[in-house]
């Protein structure tokens, strides 16, 4: 019912991981998934768990709280992604801690959601992100849109600060204006897959930027001879 | 430690000077006798519970033991006591157990003694005594402050910890009533009926939980200052999305106040013209150089000439709440305005970019 007819990837074939420490959640969300006919793989309560069950599960899309047992959620997103780049993680987040969030998305998480967003935004989000997708809330867009704001100001020492486009700029205020992309692509006179790919761009940019900064630092702190 | 080496010290002298002594045999038994009790109270020193009043009395009247004991042992006529510095371990002990007071009168006692078994006081006698009446109180005192401090600052630290503990279980606290209220939130609406009711409290409630707690973890440094991130963050609710830029944007006080009253003008218009249930958004970007603050509403719009007919008519509201304000905090305020909504983006130049 809710697999929408456009989706490129279908639901039974999306294996997910649900890894969440409030039993309540765990269970709704991942009672949710397996209705809609996701695959449910493997479910933790602490990030050690998580890490731990994330190579025999070999899920397509981690489902992630931040705020979790140690390690907590952007240490997973990196963890999990350094083990299996193909993998997707989508933040799925209650508290408001923005930073945390930044840092996730950093770390190469591809879609975040807050806890009060419908079951239908939740499944569409897991299926968007499988499907090599980013979803963006309007919180998010603007998180990045800031940090982007702030890698071009002023005493940044970095060598390779990133930019974006103007256009790219433009898609990421609209998004995070709370505007869908059918209707920045209307607005612009765009195709929905363009707008997509900005997005995607602007993602790209600071996550590549954040490994860029994470492997100078190493090289800085003299840690570069243990890789 | 000390004890130790002051005794090496008592037994390489005496055995040294040993001509000077009258009677070599008893002097021999009385070092040794000391030498004992520096073992003994070496032993009984290291623990907490023995190192009592009773030990600390029965240790100094060793010391004047002996010191009363040199007459007989070297005779009348002789230069430095039996124990010399040995006495030094009783004295700190005393000003360490006593503080300042321990150290006075154990420094008393043993220069007293000291006089008293002298047939006469020489110059270096007088400084030694000295030495002693000063440097045991003041061991004594430094002891206390020493204590003191170390109690200050466990006393700080236990302070830091449960502030710290206090956090973290607040976070906790926190973090598991947003769940429950998103949860119910989100279960509500899919019930419907009067748990809709229930789900739009929920969600009132965690977006000004969610704003307390943004409240809290940002603190702008100076006080002439305001946050206008977290004051927008305010203004969100069940039907305003406000969106904002994750770290701090401070502006003085009164800029902060206007753009909130000017950002709240829009959100009324929404209210009025397009519905009471109508959402909006607010987005906060913060460049370098300025603020824009647009605030969006997916209604019918408004016609091109309406705001200008209002104007002319001698109705100023929108003009001056909105436009008005912008203008004297040497900003502006544009409308753009179509079939997909309204859109307000009011930019205020920032002095001297961000601080």
Redesign the interface.
């Given at each position: 019912m809710s697999n929408g007819a456009g989706e490129s990837t279908d639901a039974a074939a999306i294996r997910v991981m649900v890894v969440d420490d409030?039993p309540?959640?765990r269970d709704?969300v991942e009672r949710d998934l397996e209705v809609a006919g996701f695959e449910v793989v493997g479910v933790a309560s602490t990030g050690a768990q998580a890490v731990a069950r994330f190579p025999a599960a070999r899920p397509h899309v981690v489902v992630l709280d931040l705020?979790i047992p140690e390690p907590n959620g952007v240490e997973v997103t990196r963890t999990v992604l350094e083990h299996d780049p193909s993998a997707r993680v989508l933040i799925l987040s209650?508290?408001?801690?923005?930073?945390d969030?930044?840092e996730a998305v950093k770390a190469g998480a591809t879609g975040y959601l807050?806890?009060?967003?419908?079951?239908e935004e939740l499944l569409s989000a897991v299926r968007r992100v499988a499907a090599g997708d980013t979803v963006f809330t309007?919180?998010l867009?603007?998180?990045v849109?800031?940090?982007f704001?702030?890698l071009?100001?002023?005493a940044q020492d970095g060598p390779a600060v990133p930019e974006l486009t103007e256009r790219e700029t433009e898609v990421l205020?609209m998004v995070?204006?709370?505007?869908s992309y059918k209707?920045i692509a209307?607005?612009l006179v765009l195709s929905h897959r363009t707008v997509q790919n900005h997005v995607q761009n602007t993602l790209r940019k600071l996550q590549m930027h954040n490994r860029v900064e994470l492997t100078r630092y190493a090289i800085e702190q003299g840690l570069d001879g243990d890789d | 430690m000390l004890r130790v080496v002051v005794t090496v010290n008592l037994v390489v002298l005496t055995f040294w000077r040993r001509d000077n002594f009258d009677r070599p045999v008893a002097t021999a038994l009385v070092v040794a006798a000391l030498v004992g009790w520096t073992a003994f109270a070496l032993w009984a020193y290291s623990s907490a519970v023995r190192r009592g009043p009773p030990l600390l009395v029965l240790d100094l009247a060793t010391a004047l033991g002996a010191l009363l004991a040199t007459p007989w042992l070297k005779g009348d006529d002789f230069n430095a006591t039996l124990p010399g510095f040995w006495i030094m371990g009783v004295l700190l002990a005393w000003a360490v157990h006593w503080r300042w007071q321990g150290g006075l009168v154990a420094a008393a006692l043993l220069s007293l003694v000291d006089l008293a078994i002298r047939p006469d006081l020489t110059q270096a006698n007088y400084g030694n005594v000295f030495l002693l009446m000063i440097g045991g109180p003041i061991v004594g005192y430094l002891c206390q402050s020493l204590q003191q401090m170390a109690a200050e600052r466990d006393l700080a630290q236990q302070a830091a910890a449960s502030a710290g503990e206090r956090a973290r279980l607040a976070?906790a606290v926190?973090?598991?009533v947003?769940?429950v209220?998103?949860?119910v939130?989100?279960?509500g609406?899919?019930l419907g009926g009067e748990f809709a009711d229930l789900s739009r409290l929920a969600?009132e409630q965690?977006s000004s939980l969610?704003?307390l707690?943004?409240q809290q973890?940002t603190l702008v440094t100076d006080a002439a200052d305001a946050d206008l991130a977290v004051a927008l963050d305010d203004l969100g609710g069940p039907t305003v999305?406000v969106?904002?830029?994750?770290?701090a944007v401070p502006l003085p006080a009164y800029v902060v106040s206007e753009v909130v009253a000017a950002t709240r003008a829009c959100l009324d218009n929404v209210a009025v013209h397009v519905g009471p249930q109508a959402?909006a958004?607010v987005?906060?970007?913060?460049?370098?150089d300025r603020v824009v603050v647009?605030v969006?509403d997916e209604g019918p719009g408004i016609p091109g000439d309406r705001l200008a007919a209002a104007e002319a008519e001698g109705r100023l509201g929108v003009s001056s709440s909105i436009c008005g304000r912008l203008q004297d905090l040497g900003g502006t305020a544009e409308l753009s305005t179509g079939s997909?909504g309204t859109?307000w983006e009011l930019s205020v130049p920032r002095a001297g970019?961000?601080a």
């Amino acid at each position: 019912m809710s697999n929408g007819a456009g989706e490129s990837t279908d639901a039974a074939a999306i294996r997910v991981m649900v890894v969440d420490d409030h039993p309540m959640w765990r269970d709704a969300v991942e009672r949710d998934l397996e209705v809609a006919g996701f695959e449910v793989v493997g479910v933790a309560s602490t990030g050690a768990q998580a890490v731990a069950r994330f190579p025999a599960a070999r899920p397509h899309v981690v489902v992630l709280d931040l705020q979790i047992p140690e390690p907590n959620g952007v240490e997973v997103t990196r963890t999990v992604l350094e083990h299996d780049p193909s993998a997707r993680v989508l933040i799925l987040s209650a508290s408001g801690e923005q930073a945390d969030v930044l840092e996730a998305v950093k770390a190469g998480a591809t879609g975040y959601l807050v806890k009060s967003a419908s079951r239908e935004e939740l499944l569409s989000a897991v299926r968007r992100v499988a499907a090599g997708d980013t979803v963006f809330t309007a919180g998010l867009a603007g998180l990045v849109l800031g940090e982007f704001r702030r890698l071009s100001g002023p005493a940044q020492d970095g060598p390779a600060v990133p930019e974006l486009t103007e256009r790219e700029t433009e898609v990421l205020k609209m998004v995070a204006k709370g505007m869908s992309y059918k209707q920045i692509a209307e607005r612009l006179v765009l195709s929905h897959r363009t707008v997509q790919n900005h997005v995607q761009n602007t993602l790209r940019k600071l996550q590549m930027h954040n490994r860029v900064e994470l492997t100078r630092y190493a090289i800085e702190q003299g840690l570069d001879g243990d890789d | 430690m000390l004890r130790v080496v002051v005794t090496v010290n008592l037994v390489v002298l005496t055995f040294w000077r040993r001509d000077n002594f009258d009677r070599p045999v008893a002097t021999a038994l009385v070092v040794a006798a000391l030498v004992g009790w520096t073992a003994f109270a070496l032993w009984a020193y290291s623990s907490a519970v023995r190192r009592g009043p009773p030990l600390l009395v029965l240790d100094l009247a060793t010391a004047l033991g002996a010191l009363l004991a040199t007459p007989w042992l070297k005779g009348d006529d002789f230069n430095a006591t039996l124990p010399g510095f040995w006495i030094m371990g009783v004295l700190l002990a005393w000003a360490v157990h006593w503080r300042w007071q321990g150290g006075l009168v154990a420094a008393a006692l043993l220069s007293l003694v000291d006089l008293a078994i002298r047939p006469d006081l020489t110059q270096a006698n007088y400084g030694n005594v000295f030495l002693l009446m000063i440097g045991g109180p003041i061991v004594g005192y430094l002891c206390q402050s020493l204590q003191q401090m170390a109690a200050e600052r466990d006393l700080a630290q236990q302070a830091a910890a449960s502030a710290g503990e206090r956090a973290r279980l607040a976070r906790a606290v926190h973090d598991g009533v947003l769940q429950v209220l998103a949860l119910v939130q989100r279960r509500g609406a899919e019930l419907g009926g009067e748990f809709a009711d229930l789900s739009r409290l929920a969600g009132e409630q965690e977006s000004s939980l969610r704003s307390l707690i943004r409240q809290q973890d940002t603190l702008v440094t100076d006080a002439a200052d305001a946050d206008l991130a977290v004051a927008l963050d305010d203004l969100g609710g069940p039907t305003v999305t406000v969106v904002t830029p994750g770290a701090a944007v401070p502006l003085p006080a009164y800029v902060v106040s206007e753009v909130v009253a000017a950002t709240r003008a829009c959100l009324d218009n929404v209210a009025v013209h397009v519905g009471p249930q109508a959402p909006a958004w607010v987005m906060l970007d913060a460049t370098e150089d300025r603020v824009v603050v647009s605030v969006r509403d997916e209604g019918p719009g408004i016609p091109g000439d309406r705001l200008a007919a209002a104007e002319a008519e001698g109705r100023l509201g929108v003009s001056s709440s909105i436009c008005g304000r912008l203008q004297d905090l040497g900003g502006t305020a544009e409308l753009s305005t179509g079939s997909w909504g309204t859109e307000w983006e009011l930019s205020v130049p920032r002095a001297g970019g961000a601080a």
